[in-house]
Each structure stands twice: as structure tokens, then as C-alpha cells.
Nanobody, 125 residues
């Protein structure tokens, strides 16, 4: 059974940084594209970033472009999200998700078939 466990969230001041991790188990992590999504208060879940098995990233969400960076370590079965210059509007629960395929399948959360439980990121202004 595939399991995804996020960590690294917390409370940070605006302008600060956090690094999220997503530890994967129970599947061939290195064979699948992965993604980060987030869901803020009273908002729908939204795409943040994605990465293919060989480390290529499709375009980030406009709201995080230039501030966030997705990466992965296939040897450690771990996905990362480096978040810099954080803003209050970045406050959300952040989820990692696994694509059903090797390749990037788009930004809709509906097409991702495995999800972690999320980690809370709160940015104080």
C-alpha cells in the first residue's frame, strides 16, 4: 500500500522560509511523477508544483513562481518543497500527491490517486 507522509510545516513569519518533505513508501517512488498541492481556509485544493521521475518540473503555479522549488531524492523516496519569501496568503495545508503515471498528468487534483494527510503551514504577517 502506498503511503505518503508530509512533514516540515509550521508557523513562520512573512518573508521566512520552510522546507517541506514527503516520505513515500509502499511503491516505486522513482517511477512516478509527484506533486504538491495546498488548501487554504475556505478554498479549494490548488496545484503548487510537480516533478517528473527524472527531476523535470512543469510550470509552477503563478502564485509561487520564483519563490518555491520542488525537488526529489529517488534514493531516499522523498519529495521536497523549498518555500522562500513566504506570504500570509501561502497559509494552507500542504499535500503531496502521486501521479497514476510516470509522466506529469496536469494540475487537477482529481487525477492524482495517492495523497498524504498534509502538513500545516501558517505564515504570520
Amino acid at each position: 500500500q502506498v503511503q505518503l507522509v508530509e512533514s516540515g510545516g509550521g508557523l513562520v513569519q512573512a518573508g521566512g522560509s520552510l522546507r517541506l518533505s514527503c516520505a513515500a513508501s509502499g511503491g516505486s517512488f522513482s517511477n512516478y511523477a509527484m506533486a504538491w498541492f495546498r488548501q487554504g481556509p475556505v478554498k479549494e485544493r490548488e496545484f503548487v508544483a510537480a516533478i517528473t521521475p527524472d527531476g523535470i518540473s512543469p510550470p509552477y503555479a503563478d502564485s509561487v513562481k520564483g519563490r518555491f522549488a520542488i525537488s526529489r531524492d529517488n534514493a531516499k523516496n522523498t519529495l521536497y518543497l523549498e518555500m522562500n519569501s513566504l506570504k500570509a496568503e501561502d497559509t494552507a495545508v500542504y499535500y503531496c500527491a502521486r501521479s497514476p503515471n510516470t509522466y506529469y498528468v496536469g494540475s487537477s487534483p482529481k487525477v492524482y490517486n495517492y495523497w498524504g494527510r498534509g502538513t500545516q503551514v501558517t505564515v504570520s504577517s
